[in-house]
């Protein structure tokens, strides 16, 4: 499928083109009336193809690809940031609890990309109607820019909470609004969603790289666990297991996150996707060279043994040989500082990272090794994931556990994870509470989602950040970690924010 995958990049390289034409990046301004948007544009499906992978290009960013899911993994403590020093934009120094209005970074990475991406889908919306095509597929169309619309806004409402709700083009002095609620941003995400899901077609996502009816049920299922609704959230994944469109890639479970296993990946359900040679990514280039990223021992050691036990409980742990009878996931999802990788080949190739990691590991999830040796040149297209099935299945089972406990289909979610092909770890023993379910499940999150962003979002949902961070200590420095419930469960608004919108009252305590 690399054909329709390659005209899929191509739409949204010319689409990002027209659409800064017609539009500022910047949400506050209006998007201007220019001979495009006129008599010359608007006009024919090829038009709307156009705009609608524009739309679409607002996720290659760094709040939605590998930059910004691992520097959550460092704010989660799941990781260091090593290579260089920390400074006040560093994330390294975020996770150390120093996070200002003026700190710039992904404190204000986070709201600047998702505000750039809902101008564009207001835009979309805005003018899709003049369009000369299918009533049936400008319908599928507006599902499609909903679903992203209500992906940054869910963005938006979990990082910050209650934030400014725009749903048409605005002028910037329209742009100077208090900001709503979180519950009323949430019930806009899931107005958005619910149009979504009744104007998709119920296919697959990966032959085509546009959203379906399961990416936008999957992604209320996320909403609706966020929210701790729990019936909400189980309903909406088992759809998505009923419709079944979507199944758990039973193939090398590290090729998820590698462009050769995610043509026509039947897990896949929302990506950031890139193709070479005119639409690339960095990835490898920072995972496999950089050395920024440096995974931490409570991670690795939240692997559990092949007999399915925690390694602290387990006779076949050898504390001299991590890797050695620990679930396979481990293995693919880092590697030891000093490992060289090894090619399809059967060649042997030895990093070379620029800096020295500050834990003894480095990650391996994402990272093509293929590439090696990387310099400047090299180019990345894989694609970043951003929902797949496995969550899907995890989701229903938190939420089932929590309305009636650990039943059989609690059981049989999480097991398909643990024991697809190429994980094949044990599945589950019988006879757990509730509460020991609940921690189950929990750390399978967290081992099945290392390095996909999901970790500090989950921690602050179940309020554990305020017991965890605090209790980690920083390598080589011996700083213990800071976490504030008062104000850390939230990112402050960025000052540039603030100082153009007199009505945006600030986040407690920043």
């Known amino acids: 499928m690399k054909y329709f995958k390659a005209l899929y990049i191509h739409h949204v390289l010319i689409g990002l083109l027209v659409l800064l034409a017609v539009s500022c990046t910047d949400f506050l301004e209006r998007n201007p009336t220019t001979q495009i948007s006129g008599p010359t544009f608007w006009n024919s499906q090829k038009d709307a193809d156009l705009a609608l992978a524009g739309v679409y290009s607002r996720l290659n960013n760094n709040t939605f690809n590998h930059e910004g899911v691992y520097s959550l993994a460092i704010m989660a403590g799941d990781a260091n940031e090593g290579g260089q020093s920390l400074g006040a934009a560093s994330t390294g120094t975020f996770a150390m609890g120093i996070m200002e209005a003026v700190s710039g970074g992904l404190l204000a990475n986070v709201y600047n990309h998702c505000y750039q991406g809902i101008a564009t889908c207001n835009y979309f919306l805005e003018n899709i109607d003049r369009v000369d095509m299918p009533a049936e597929r400008i319908t599928r169309y507006k599902g499609e820019v909903l679903f992203l619309r209500a992906f940054f806004y869910f963005t938006l409402a979990d990082f910050y909470g209650g934030v400014p709700i725009y ?162 996931r481990l293995a693919k999802t880092m590697r030891g500082f000093d490992e060289p990788a090894v090619k399809a080949s059967g060649e042997v190739v030895e990093f070379a990272y620029n800096g020295v990691s500050m834990t003894g590991l480095m990650p391996a999830k994402g990272g093509n090794v293929e590439t090696l040796p990387i310099d400047y040149s090299t180019k990345s297209e894989q694609d ?68 996909e962003g999901m970790r500090y979002r989950d921690i602050k949902r179940w309020k554990y950040a305020e017991v965890y961070i605090p209790t980690l200590v920083e390598p080589g420095s011996g700083i213990q970690r800071q976490f504030d419930p008062s104000k850390h469960y939230l990112f402050p608004f960025p000052q540039s924010e603030i100082d153009i919108n007199p009505n945006l009252v600030q986040n407690p305590g920043y």
């Not at 208090?178 to 519950?183: D, F, L």
Request: net charge negative; aromatic share 10%; charged share 25%.
């Open 167 to 328: 749903t048409t083009p605005v002028s910037a002095d329209e742009a100077k609004v208090a900001k709503s609620s979180r519950e009323q941003v949430i019930d806009q995400v899931l107005a958005d969603l619910d149009v979504a899901i009744s104007s998709l077609p119920n296919t697959d996502y990966s032959s085509s790289g546009h959203a379906v009816r399961g990416s936008a049920l999957a992604l209320k299922s996320r909403v609706h666990l966020f929210e701790s609704d729990w019936a909400a959230a189980a309903q909406a994944a088992s759809q998505v297991m009923s419709d079944g469109q979507f199944s758990l890639y039973e193939e090398n479970w590290a090729n998820i996150f590698l462009a050769e296993g995610q043509n026509d990946n039947p897990e896949i359900m929302f990506s950031t996707r890139y193709l070479n040679p005119d639409n690339f990514s960095n990835q490898d280039i920072r995972i496999l060279w950089h050395g920024i990223w440096n995974p931490r021992a409570e991670l690795r050691d939240a692997f559990e043994c092949i007999d399915g036990l925690p390694i602290d409980e387990s006779p076949l742990y050898d504390p001299d040989n991590w890797k050695e009878n620990r679930d396979p």
């Open 384 to 451: 970043w994931v951003l929902i797949r099935y496995a969550e899907v299945l995890l989701n229903f089972a938190e939420a089932t556990n929590e309305l009636s406990g650990p039943t059989q289909a609690v059981y049989d979610a999480v097991n398909a994870v643990r024991t697809r092909p190429g994980v094949d770890m044990p599945t589950l023993p019988e006879g757990l509470s509730q509460d020991e379910m609940r921690d189950r499940i929990r750390n399978e999150r967290r081992v099945e989602f290392a390095f």
